[in-house]
């Protein structure tokens, strides 16, 4: 099993900056890809960055957050990072993080393991 734990998430004003922080304990070996989804009122869940936890660290992110969010690992921590910038009013969802054995970054039916969620809200 692996435990996920998100903080970070906030109201913030559109322009700002926000880091989305995910905690890892438990067998995290099975924890190779890291992700970040997020969930909107009424809307269903949706892919917005991924890591892979070997190598450099591979990332890919959504076509809506790409040059804006970046997403950073510390395996020693056994944190994954979202650092968001130049918020949306359009962002505002709440952010799950995952975790799933294999790189296929965007299928969230391929995370095992999914946290409770950060609650971000941009305001225009």
């Known amino acids: 099993q692996v435990q996920l734990v998100e903080s970070g998430g906030a109201l913030v004003q559109a322009g700002g900056s926000l880091r989305l922080s995910c905690a890892a304990s438990g067998r995290t070996f099975g924890a190779n890809t890291m992700g970040w989804f997020r969930q909107a009122p009424g809307k269903e869940r949706e892919f917005v960055a991924a890591i892979s936890r070997s190598g450099a660290g591979i990332t890919h992110y959504a076509d809506s957050v790409k040059g804006r969010f970046i997403i950073s690992r510390d395996n020693a921590k056994n944190t994954v990072y979202l650092q968001m910038n130049s918020l949306k009013p359009e962002d505002t969802a709440v952010y799950y993080c995952?975790?799933?054995?294999?790189?296929?970054?965007?299928?969230?039916?391929?995370?095992?393991?999914w946290g409770q969620g950060t609650q971000v809200t941009v305001s225009s």
């Open positions: 995952a975790a799933a054995l294999y790189w296929v970054p965007t299928t969230a039916n391929e995370y095992r393991y």
